[in-house]
């Protein structure tokens, strides 16, 4: 009876720290501070498994979710790229807010952009 009470606890710890919550912990990241110039984000050379995706696309902001093979600090320059066109295609500039890593699929990373006028 108590090992059929911890595999329920633990399911549902798992069911809630995974998909019951309202907003990502990226999202919440991006929330905060006010972010930096795409274009001045440090590019390293990561190796890219899949094509980088846009998510989430609104004319103020959006994500960009890829999966690279090595861990490290920066992002892939097709990524940055990837932002700044996006926002010049609606007349602003791409602000990068913040980047997250799947806690299951440790090798997805989201980054998260915001658009801004060219005040």
Do not use: H, W
């Amino acid at each position: 009876m108590m090992l059929k009470n911890s595999a329920f606890l633990c399911a549902a710890v798992i069911a809630l720290s995974t998909g019951c919550s309202s907003t990502d912990v990226g999202t919440k990241l991006a929330d905060y501070g006010e972010g930096g110039l795409a274009s001045a984000q440090v590019v390293s050379g990561k190796t890219i498994l899949m094509s980088p995706r846009l998510e989430d696309v609104t004319p103020d902001s959006f994500n960009i979710r890829y999966v690279e093979f090595s861990f490290g600090y920066g992002t892939p320059m097709n990524v940055r790229d990837m932002a700044i066109a996006q926002c010049e295609s609606v007349g602003k500039v791409a602000i990068y807010k913040a980047s997250s890593r799947g806690l299951v699929q440790g090798n997805t990373v989201k980054a998260y952009y915001e658009c801004r006028s060219q005040d």
